[in-house]
Every structure is written in structure tokens, then in C-alpha cells.
């Protein structure tokens, strides 16, 4: 096998199949399978859930064939390079493997007119990469930037690591006109919804942890993703990328839109709210569940803890009074999201969580489980 590829072009691929292979396994999934054939060159990666092949048409191929080797003994030595320009840096990779061996020959043009030639040798390895079926026809077509944006909102609400399995992914709900992001580790939980062309009635699946992080890292902004969802897989073509993901299935994900609708409600200024907290964090106690006490009476919002105190008056008495605690990282996580100048906070007396939502704006809402109080 022999070609040549663009180093800015082989830069991108060995990026984005580093979010996939397993840097320090011997096996498939720390390997990258090179395949040249007519006129194009596939790599392909695999995590072992989570395959990731990437095409590319605009290598000059002098001989087909296919290949192995690990990622870790070239992603290095090929993120150095300079692309050429001005008659400054590399052009191209040259690829050469022959038997058990794989050549990296480099071409780097210096200012001074003398060029450089470098060479890298790494071991070649026998082996198949595992069948990935062919993609289907796509159920839904949707922006990569919609996607990545609505998955961006929610992860940082998911702990992977939960022993309840459905709330270790994201929750994806396609309707009619929209898309609907969850998150959530049972104690904090954003819901996030952005309109997009769909003719698709209410489907719901949870996508892994994993397959999510993946899909903000590797997809390009602002492409078409199509997308085809089949029994525990999730089928992804865009631009010069096919990724094939997991779904968590045979979980039911909670049931939370009940419990956005509280009796009560308080409107305030968000940036005065959020100043606070965000001011106050790093007085938390971490092993005392980040508590912090919110107090609303007598026309004033309280925010304390054992060693600091926020007192914000209104000149407007609040209509109701509550008394809770929280954990302080969690809420300042969940209010950087909200961007309208006011900001309503949702509740029932006696309750054991807290709503935040935007007044005018179902399309995004935050829930806040209560800490015991001591």
C-alpha cells in the first residue's frame, strides 16, 4: 500500500479518532485501520461500542491495500507538523507499507530554500476491523450545531458512572418541529428544546455517555447530520464521517415533566442571583454537599452558609416565603445556561426540589433536588 495525504488533512482525522481509540490497548481498539482503495483512503477506529470511519478522497493513491497500526505511535510525531504555506512547512504524508512495516516519509520547506526530509518508521499489524453495516435511510436530517449545542446544555447535568442505567446518557425526544435534550444525575436536571425540521411523532432515545461526548468532539459545525436510529444503534453520516453509537435500551427514562409544574413561583434578576452564587462558590464546604441556605421573607432573598452571608432586597415584597438548602456547585452549573434578564424560580412548600425557568420560555427548564436540612 502507498499514498499520499494532506498533512492538515491527516491532522483532522488523527484528531478526531483519538476521541475513539484506546491509546494504551495492544488490540483493535488501539489501533486505526488504513485502507486505501481506488480513489480513496478509509481510517477506521473503534472503541469497541463506538466505530468511527473517515474518508478521504483527495489522496493520491500509487497502491491499494490495508493496514493496522496504533494511533499512540504516530499521533504525536504528525501533530508537529506545519502545513505548507507560502513555501513554508509540509505539504504531505507519504504512506508506504511494506510487509510488517509502515514508512512515514515527510517533505518540510524552510524559509532558507532547503528542504528537509524526514522518515518515521512504526510496526504494521495483521488483523480485520469488525463488520459496520452499511447506513440506511435517514429517519432524520439535522444540523450538527443543533445537535452539539443541545447536547452541550444537558452532559454537564450526567454522571456515567450512576448505578441507574437510564440516566447515564443523554435523552434525545424528537417531535414534530423540535428536538429535546436531558440530562440528569437524580440530582440536578436540565431540559433543553431547539426547533428543527422534523415530521417525526414523539420517539425517544437515550444516546451513551460516550457516544454523546463523542459526537460534540468529532462532528464538524454547522453540517448535515443524517441520522437513522435502529434497535440499540444510532446510524450517523456527515461530511466524510460514518459513526455508528450505542443507545441505552430496555430503560425507561424518568418521567420529570410532571414535576416542572409548582404551585409556587418568585421572579428576580437573574444576573443579581447568578453574581451571588457564582461569587460564593468558592466558600462551599465540598464535603458538606456544597450547602447553601436560600431564605426568601420579608421582601429579601438570603444566601448563607456557615461562614458567608448575601442579603438582596427587593422593593417589592415576594409574594411567598420558603427556607431551603442546596447544593451551591450544582445550582451555579444549572443557571449559566439561562440568558433572559429575568429569571423564575419554581417551588411547593415543603417540597424537596426547586424549578428554574425563564418567564415567556418553556423551551428550557432546570430542576434542583434540596439537601436535607441538618
Known amino acids: 500500500m502507498e499514498f499520499s495525504i494532506l498533512v492538515e488533512d491527516l491532522q483532522s482525522i488523527v484528531s478526531r479518532l483519538s476521541n475513539v481509540v484506546k491509546p494504551n490497548e495492544d488490540g483493535i481498539t488501539g489501533m486505526v485501520m488504513i485502507e486505501a482503495v481506488d480513489n480513496e483512503v478509509k481510517f477506521k477506529a473503534t472503541d469497541g461500542g463506538i466505530h468511527l470511519i473517515i474518508t478521504n478522497n483527495k489522496c493520491e493513491i500509487v497502491k491499494t491495500g490495508k ?11 504528525i501533530s508537529k507538523f506545519v502545513p505548507l504555506v507560502d513555501n513554508y512547512g509540509t505539504k504531505e504524508f507519504r504512506f508506504i507499507v511494506d510487509k510488517s512495516e509502515c514508512t512515514i516519509k515527510t517533505k518540510t520547506y524552510f524559509q532558507s530554500g532547503k528542504p528537509s526530509y524526514k522518515r518515521l518508521k512504526v510496526p504494521c499489524f495483521k488483523g480485520e476491523y469488525p463488520v459496520v453495516k452499511p447506513f440506511d435511510e435517514a429517519q432524520l436530517i439535522i444540523n450538527s450545531s443543533i445537535l452539539k449545542y443541545g447536547m452541550n446544555k444537558v452532559m454537564h447535568c450526567i454522571n456515567p458512572s450512576e ?9 434525545v425526544l424528537i417531535k414534530k418541529g423540535g428536538i429535546v435534550f436531558t440530562g440528569t444525575n437524580g440530582v ?22 460516550n457516544f454523546a461526548s463523542v459526537l460534540r468532539a468529532v462532528l464538524d459545525d454547522d453540517a448535515q447530520v443524517f441520522m437513522n436510529l435502529q434497535g440499540r444503534n444510532v446510524y450517523i453520516k456527515s461530511n466524510d464521517m460514518y459513526i455508528v453509537g450505542g443507545l441505552i435500551i430496555n430503560e425507561s427514562y424518568p418521567n420529570y415533566r410532571a414535576m416542572f409544574d409548582l404551585e409556587s413561583v418568585i421572579t428576580f434578576s437573574r444576573l443579581d442571583f447568578v453574581d451571588t452564587v457564582h461569587t460564593i462558590m468558592d466558600v462551599l464546604d465540598p464535603e458538606d454537599n456544597s450547602r447553601l441556605t436560600i431564605k426568601v421573607g420579608d421582601g429579601k432573598l438570603v444566601m448563607n ?25 450544582f445550582l451555579d ?42
Open 67 to 77: 493496514t493496522l497500526i496504533k494511533l499512540s505511535a504516530v499521533k504525536g510525531y
Open 163 to 171: 448505578v441507574r442505567k437510564s440516566i447515564t446518557g443523554v435523552n
Open 188 to 209: 440536578k436536571l436540565a431540559e433543553f428544546e431547539l426547533d428543527i425540521n422534523a415530521d417525526i411523532e414523539n420517539t425517544s432515545h437515550i444516546f451513551s455517555y
Open 305 to 329: 452558609n456557615n461562614i458567608v452571608e448575601s442579603i438582596q432586597e427587593f422593593d417589592t415584597p415576594l409574594e411567598d416565603n420558603f427556607d431551603i438548602d442546596i447544593n451551591g456547585e
Open 333 to 374: 452549573s444549572i443557571l449559566k445556561d439561562f440568558s433572559s434578564e429575568l429569571l423564575e424560580l419554581h417551588f411547593t412548600k415543603d417540597g424537596n426540589y426547586i424549578v428554574f425557568k425563564e418567564p415567556n420560555n418553556d423551551k428550557h427548564s432546570a430542576l434542583l433536588t434540596v439537601v436535607k436540612k441538618r
